[in-house]
T-cell receptor, first 113, second 115 residues
């Protein structure tokens, strides 16, 4: 049972345009959501997070939106840059216990010059 | 360096051998996690350490897997009698408190290949 789903394995956008990466979850106990970026042969790098008490969090070019009723979150990157090309993972955790992260399978973003 | 450090970066071994993977968390981080990423999959939780509390071992796939964390810092993940399905990238992460809303920071992983 996949609790965090990233239904698009890949996404291709032009430099300067907006990239929108989507993530759906099934576990209503999740209350903290994160996006990680991963380059080949490197570990995931933390990008941005959002708590369930918010519906939007912004950091520079990156904005995460959370729709709790739809159990959906998205990451917007604007403007997209070629250096943003990487695999993006959505992750979620539930309050209490270990706060272990449950990850989606990732979306490979390619930003074309 | 200030990040999570893992060694070795790559390990190739024969089926049936034991392997030991090491993780040095970020200094001051009390929570330490192990995950693994198999080919084409997302990251899968293995085990969690927080201070002196009993570890959460709920993600370990079999009793061939074990982990220790000595002195609240360095951790080792041991896989006994390795099987081909153990081939994956093993990632370690640490976070500041392990108490909600603290991002986990990852090392670059150990790529384990079982021949």
């Amino acid at each position: 049972d996949q609790q965090v789903k990233q239904n698009s394995p890949s996404l291709s956008v032009q430099e300067g345009r907006i990239s929108i990466l989507n993530c759906d979850y099934t576990n209503s106990m999740f209350d903290y959501f994160l996006w990680y970026k991963k380059y080949p042969a490197e570990g995931p790098t933390f990008l941005i997070s959002i708590s369930s008490i918010k519906d939007k969090n912004e950091d520079g070019r990156f904005t995460v939106f959370l729709n709790k009723s739809a159990k959906h979150l998205s990451l917007h990157i604007v403007p997209s840059q070629p250096g943003d090309s990487a695999v993006y993972f959505c992750a979620a955790s539930a309050w209490g216990g270990s706060e272990k992260l449950v990850f989606g399978k990732g979306t490979k973003l390619t930003v074309n010059p | 360096g200030a990040g999570v450090s893992q060694s070795p970066s790559n390990k190739v071994t024969e089926k049936g051998k034991d392997v030991e993977l090491r993780c040095d968390p970020i200094s001051g981080h009390t929570a330490l996690y192990w995950y693994r990423q198999s080919l084409g999959q997302g990251l899968e939780f293995l085990i969690y350490f927080q201070g002196n509390s009993a570890p959460d071992k709920s993600g370990l796939p079999s009793d061939r897997f074990s982990a220790e964390r000595t002195g609240g810092s360095v951790s080792t993940l041991t896989i006994q009698r390795t099987q081909q399905e153990d081939s994956a990238v093993y990632l370690c992460a640490s976070s500041q408190t392990g108490v909600g809303n603290q991002p986990q920071h990852f090392g670059d992983g150990t790529r384990l290949s079982i021949l």
